[in-house]
């Protein structure tokens, strides 16, 4: 890279939470920051809305190779995060197919790229503790077997492990964060943690009576995305490739986390939520919780929000943009 020149970074999946708050992020650190978009007829960039100027899209999709060779040579990288998957657990048993093309194939698609173009580009794999699934040991390291349980998990574990492979095959800088669940007022609506805090809005501001969901006792290892993302930038950064758990080391069930939703705002959970079988998986993991150990020694990272203050924020956040929509829906 020449003197003054800025790192340049290609972000699959930029307009997702997590590519959000990483382009943020690299934009702080002085990147040019390119994201890969799929063609559609409408546009949703209200993640990125604050930054959309500061950053280039490009369109492309993991699903067609040719596409994806072409952003890469384009842009030549220096730093390629591949964030982008069809992430929704619960939608990957109505569309297995699909979430096997996009989570599975999309990233051999985006390493066979860099392994044509440019093997000197630092590649990382967002992986997922849904790898576990019904885990054999409690907490999950970087050693502990996969045991997915969703057609989603079996997507992530082959990219993980075609990542192993591309980067003992071919020497190719690429790692994989194996990354807890991790949230933010960014997270998509149909996930719970979003359901739950919406759901305190809208019934704390009379617009809600009930908020219906599936296993309260499923156990998550919930983080801040914020945090999260600057543990993928410094995985790249390190003088050898290799994988990391990224987790905040505590666990919460989902009842938990509505304890402390409905409380901050005032209310009863258990008068406002009901048990929904609809909601339960048809293969449940019950409890994920990871050991960041190494990412803590080698990385020096450390997650600076805790759970309770997560869902606070969420909530507060949820409060605001509802109390907004009832504003301009009676103005």
């Not at 559609?40 to 100027?53: F, P, V």
């Amino acid at each position: 890279m020449a003197n003054g020149e800025r790192p340049r970074a290609l972000i699959t999946g930029l307009t997702g939470q997590d590519g959000s708050y990483l382009a943020e992020f690299l934009l702080e650190k002085g990147y040019e920051v390119f994201g890969v978009v799929r063609r559609s007829s409408t546009e949703k960039h209200e993640r990125i809305s604050h930054i959309k100027d500061r950053v280039t899209l490009l369109q492309g999709d993991l699903t067609d190779q040719v596409s994806v060779i072409d952003v890469i040579g384009s842009v030549r990288p220096r730093e390629v995060y591949n964030l982008a998957a069809q992430s929704f657990v619960p939608t990957s048993w109505n569309q297995p197919i699909l979430t096997g093309d996009v989570t599975a194939l999309g990233v051999t698609r985006v390493l066979e790229a860099i392994r044509v173009i440019d093997r000197s580009i630092r590649f990382y794999q967002a992986s997922s503790s849904e790898m576990f699934g019904h885990a054999k040991q409690t907490p999950q390291t970087e050693e502990t077997p996969f045991y997915p349980r969703s057609p989603y998990g079996v997507a992530k574990v082959y990219g993980h492990w075609i990542t192993v492979n591309y980067r003992e095959s071919y020497g190719i800088f690429a790692v994989s964060g194996i990354v807890f669940n991790h949230e933010s007022p960014r997270r998509g609506l149909e996930f719970v943690t979003r359901k739950i805090t919406d759901g305190v809005a809208r019934i704390k501001l009379g617009v809600q009576e009930e908020l219906r969901l599936g296993n309260l006792d499923a156990k998550r290892d919930w983080g801040y995305a914020r945090d999260y993302v600057r543990a993928m930038w410094m995985m790249l950064q390190q003088d050898e490739p290799d994988d990391y758990v990224v987790s905040s080391n505590r666990t919460h069930t989902v009842r938990q986390f509505c304890e402390i939703a409905f409380g901050h705002a005032g209310l009863d959970w258990e008068q406002y939520v009901k048990v929904d079988p609809k909601f339960y998986r048809p293969a449940e993991v019950h409890q994920l919780l990871g050991d960041c150990r190494k990412a803590r020694e080698k990385l020096g990272w450390a997650p600076e929000v805790g759970f309770e203050e997560l869902v606070r924020l969420m909530v507060d956040a949820d409060l605001k943009r509802v109390e907004a929509e009832l504003r301009a829906n009676s103005a």
